[in-house]
């Protein structure tokens, strides 16, 4: 079922206000807790940050294929094979956080101005079929505060183990 104009207008509002959730998330991680990682096959919260941005870099351009392109194929990617191939723990993390800042400033000026046709634009997504412009607006707009959640759960687990 279609979201609403009023749900819509909650979740850009949401979208928006996700990078100023990701920036106080990692600066209540103390310097020395942000590369702990809480398990194996665990990420950091520097990890997290930095799958941030490249996550919505790449959401910014599958909403945008969805838009523009004629039953695009929204292609699915190996977040775990990124960041270690990628090499995250070796990035500074201003840049990932004003790339979060900037492309999802940038997108929620766009889906602001979108028609109410726009929302029915689809295509598939190549591991979990079919996927429209509301789909993609009600995935994203919690993305990024799940991960600054992840984060202050990665930092009460460096508390808990250093009080051990």
Same mark, same amino acid.
């Given at each position: 079922?279609?979201?609403? =104009?009023?749900?819509?207008?909650?979740?850009?509002?949401?979208?928006?206000?996700?990078?100023?959730?990701? &920036?106080?998330?990692?600066?209540?991680?103390?310097? =020395? $807790? &942000?590369?702990?990682?809480?398990?194996?096959? #665990?990420?950091?919260?520097?990890?997290?940050?930095?799958?941030? %941005?490249?996550? =919505? !870099? @790449?959401?910014?351009?599958? *909403?945008?294929?969805?838009?523009?392109? @004629?039953?695009?194929?929204?292609?699915?990617?190996?977040?775990? %094979?990124? !960041? #270690?191939?990628?090499?995250?723990?070796?990035? $500074?993390?201003?840049?990932?956080?004003?790339? *979060?800042?900037?492309? &999802? %400033?940038? !997108? %929620? @000026?766009?889906? &602001? !101005?979108?028609?109410?046709?726009?929302?029915?634009?689809?295509?598939?997504?190549? =591991?979990?079929?079919?996927?429209?412009?509301? #789909?993609?607006?009600?995935?994203? $707009?919690?993305?990024?505060?799940?991960h600054s959640a992840q984060i202050e759960r990665n930092l009460a687990g460096w508390h808990s183990r250093s009080r051990s």
């Open positions: 079922m279609p979201l609403t =104009e009023s749900e819509r207008h909650q979740l850009i509002d949401r979208y928006a206000q996700g990078p100023g959730r990701l &920036r106080s998330a990692i600066e209540s991680v103390p310097e =020395e $807790a &942000r590369k702990w990682r809480p398990g194996e096959g #665990k990420w950091s919260a520097h990890e997290i940050v930095c799958h941030c %941005a490249d996550a =919505e !870099t @790449n959401a910014s351009m599958r *909403v945008r294929f969805l838009l523009c392109e @004629n039953d695009p194929v929204i292609q699915g990617y190996d977040q775990d %094979a990124w !960041t #270690k191939t990628l090499r995250y723990h070796e990035l $500074a993390l201003e840049p990932s956080l004003e790339a *979060v800042r900037a492309t &999802r %400033a940038h !997108t %929620a @000026n766009l889906l &602001r !101005t979108l028609a109410p046709d726009d929302w029915t634009k689809s295509g598939r997504h190549s =591991e979990s079929g079919s996927w429209d412009v509301d #789909k993609w607006l009600t995935i994203y $707009a919690e993305h990024v505060h799940k």
